[in-house]
């Protein structure tokens, strides 16, 4: 995978054209994430964003390509959907009820506001470090991401940083209450959560 912002804007202007469809699993789950304030985390060109505002909901969306999100907000427009880039996280909603709010930076270096989303979602993006304190008290986390099984197929990561041992997504986040998990080897290998953060973690 890209590591350089420079290497993922390449990646997107090479892009025959960018994802429309969410990924399956965030339509299969749909009736389970709650309505408030999302987080995309790495959201690309923004097929998750673009799926959760077309549904009413307003998403902050995060990603380390300025090429990605241009073309996310272009998306936006064509379809009239309020969207404005925002310089930090913390400033992002405040006068958006539904729509998107973009934000281009580094995640890796990312401070996120505490007890502050309803929703996160982080589709083929692996970062251990993810920060649960981020969710607000019965927040839900949607993760799904490559397992080293995917080294059996072709596409996707390669290198073993940035694949999930098995069973790790699972136990990646000990404070929040598991709703669902699988593991899949079809096609390629990919682990899936989705966890609720409970009332009385601080």
């Known amino acids: 995978m890209p590591s350089s912002r420079s290497a993922w804007d390449a990646k997107h202007r090479l892009a025959e ?11 299969e789950l749909l009736p389970f994430l709650p309505t408030g304030e999302a987080l995309d985390i790495a959201c690309g060109t923004g097929r998750h964003a673009l799926f959760l505002t ?4 307003h998403v902050t969306a995060v990603d380390f390509s300025g090429v990605a999100l241009d073309t996310l907000e272009l998306r936006a427009r064509s379809t009239h959907t309020p969207v404005r880039r925002s310089r930090v996280v913390h400033a992002a909603g405040r006068h958006l009820r539904a729509g998107l709010d973009l934000i281009q930076a ?8 505490e007890r502050r989303f309803d929703l996160i979602i982080c589709i083929q993006y692996l970062q251990r470090s993810l920060m649960v304190r981020a969710l607000r008290p ?3 986390l949607l993760m799904e991401t490559f397992t080293r099984a995917q080294l059996e197929f072709t596409g996707g990561p390669r290198n073993p940083a940035y694949l999930l041992e ?11 209450c598991v709703l669902f998990y699988r593991e899949l080897r079809a096609g390629q290998g990919i682990a899936s959560l989705l966890a609720q953060k ?5």
């Open 17 to 27: 054209a960018p994802a429309a469809e969410p990924a399956s699993i965030v339509r």
């Open 54 to 57: 077309a549904c009413g909901q």
């Open 106 to 113: 580094n995640l890796e270096g990312m401070q996120l506001p």
């Open 138 to 140: 019965d927040g839900v």
């Open 166 to 176: 098995t069973g790790e997504l699972r136990e990646a986040f000990p404070s929040l």
């Open 198 to 202: 409970p009332k009385k973690i601080e």
